[in-house]
């Protein structure tokens, strides 16, 4: 063993053990090749080599012009379950009562929400210049509060989401985009458009909480399809039950899944397009959070891949411009004439002031530039977020590492029922999501879902950490 492959292993296990103590916290930065060469007078080559074998251990990671840092020790959750036929009235019943606690609960006064997903502040959300171009809109067009808006809505608005997604590999028409009351309008009525009550939808696993109610408003049965924390929804699993003839129609989140916050793999994406035009069964494509993945080049929607106009694909603006515009739209293909009825039969039109405004903004050119600084922004929040979990949490604790968006799957060792979580953060005004509302049939005890889409502040920080102490008492009672 020649002498400087000893220098740079000792190096590396010196590193290695202060990461291991806490002494150099996930999150912190390392000290610069030439620093740890100066101060350890060996050279930048055995520096180098170090920090090499750190990363290989998995241990540190480089960031491009910003040096190295210790990477937060999460492993990703575990792999899904199998596929789940429809759960007992009862467990539905339990699954949709506490949804409705979870969301009392954030009536409290003064609680601090790690639960929903609903950006908070003025740094979200370019306020002020919306509030701007709104005001010169009314003033040019004094007369628009005092008429009834009507379909199609703002041919501004709507040529500005054609264009836009193009970003995502799509191209549509103008004339096809039906403007909603946000994207929870639209994938309501895509349901009523392919589905009639009694007959069963395949959902991801686990899945976003507010579509269950939306299922047994409209009388849906469900059916959970595995879902990988890393590469999304099987299409293994989609193939058997489109060939079985189970599901009469499919809802899913290709891109920046909530709540795993990972996308499909490209060919993934084209597989499932093809298989369901080759089946006839519609898609769902709840494309909210495509435009807020970290990468700069966005990976393409389903929609972009739909062959014969089984995709419908559904999104808004009320995580990246405005939450109370409400301003959504979706892209029927096929569906597009029963869409239009039924959206006139729902809600008329959306307010010509509020499109046009969002229409004025992406109009502006300023949007690419929000999305890019909100982007960041999000992406910091993550890695904080998953560094205090990393360190605050019950050992043996897992959690996602998010292609986008701003949510965190996080998977606690399993004697932790995060119910009882829950319950203990409230106790505390601190909310949280806890597992099964993510899926009809109660699964994901262990898991809880933690949304970091609010200014990151001492309130926050020290919430997130409550939480997790809290976790490691809920584990210590367990027998
Ligand atoms: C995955 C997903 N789809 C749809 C919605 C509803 O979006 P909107 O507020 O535009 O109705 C949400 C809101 O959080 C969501 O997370």
New binding site residues.
């Given amino acids: 063993m020649d002498s400087s492959h000893t220098l740079y292993q000792k190096l590396a296990d010196d590193l290695s053990l202060a990461i291991r103590r806490g002494t150099l916290p996930p999150g912190a930065r390392l000290p610069s090749v030439r620093r740890t060469a100066q101060s350890r007078q060996i050279s930048l080559n055995t520096v180098v080599s170090a920090y090499r074998v750190l990363e290989d251990r998995g241990l540190i990671e480089a960031r491009p012009q910003s040096g190295y840092y210790v990477r937060a020790r999460l492993p990703p959750p575990a792999r899904p379950a199998s596929t789940q036929s429809g759960p007992a009235k009862d467990t539905e019943h339990q699954v949709l009562d506490l949804i409705g606690v979870v969301l009392d609960a954030q009536q409290q006064p003064d609680f601090i929400d790690l639960a ?3 950006p908070r502040g003025g740094d979200f959300y370019p306020g002020g210049k919306l509030t701007r171009l709104m005001g010169q809109i009314l003033r040019r067009q004094p007369g628009m509060l005092n008429n009834y808006a009507l379909p199609p809505g703002s041919e501004r608005l709507r040529t500005q989401i054609a264009r836009r997604g193009l970003d995502l590999g799509m191209t549509l028409q103008p004339d096809n985009i039906i403007l909603t ?5 639209a ?1 309501q009525l895509a349901l009523r458009a392919v589905t009639q009550p009694g007959d069963t939808v395949g959902l991801e696993s686990p899945t ?1 909480f ?1 579509l269950l109610p939306m299922m047994a408003s409209l009388g849906l049965k469900t059916i959970e399809i595995p879902t990988d924390p890393q590469t999304g929804l099987s299409v293994d699993a989609v193939e058997l039950l489109l060939g079985e003839k189970r599901i009469k129609a499919l809802m899913a ?1 290709p891109n920046v899944h ?1 709540p795993l916050g990972c996308c499909m793999p490209l060919e993934a994406k084209k597989r499932l397009a093809r298989l369901v035009n080759h089946y006839q069964v519609p898609l769902i494509e ?1 494309a ?2 495509a435009e807020l993945q970290f990468s700069d080049t966005l990976s393409p929607a389903v929609k972009a891949f739909d062959s014969d106009g089984w995709v419908i694909v559904c999104a ?1 603006y ?2 990246t411009l405005a ?1 109370d515009f ?1 301003i ?1 739209w979706m892209e029927g293909g096929r569906f597009e004439p029963a869409l239009r009825k039924l959206k006139f039969a729902s809600s008329v039109a959306e307010p010509a002031v509020l499109s046009e405004t969002i229409g004025a903004f992406l109009e502006s050119g300023g949007y690419d530039h929000h999305l890019r600084s909100l982007k960041r922004r999000y992406a910091a929040h993550v890695e904080k977020v998953r560094g205090l979990i990393a360190r605050h949490f019950p050992p043996g604790t897992r959690a996602t590492s998010p292609a986008g968006g701003f949510l965190i799957w996080v998977e606690l060792p399993e004697e932790i029922d995060s119910v009882a979580l829950f319950h203990a953060a409230i106790a505390e005004k601190i909310s949280i999501i806890p597992g099964p509302l993510s899926s009809p049939s109660g699964r994901y005890r262990n898991a809880l879902r933690l949304s970091c889409c609010y200014p990151l502040d001492e309130r926050y920080l020290a919430a997130l950490v409550r939480v997790g102490i809290l976790a490691g008492q809920l584990a210590a009672h367990r027998p």
Avoid: F, I, Q, V
């Avoid at 009351?181 to 309008?185: A, D, I, Q, T, Y």
């Fill in positions: 929903l997903a609903c009351h946000g994207c929870m309008e994938l976003y507010n989140m909530n709840d909210l959070y808004s009320t995580k939450p409400r959504g």
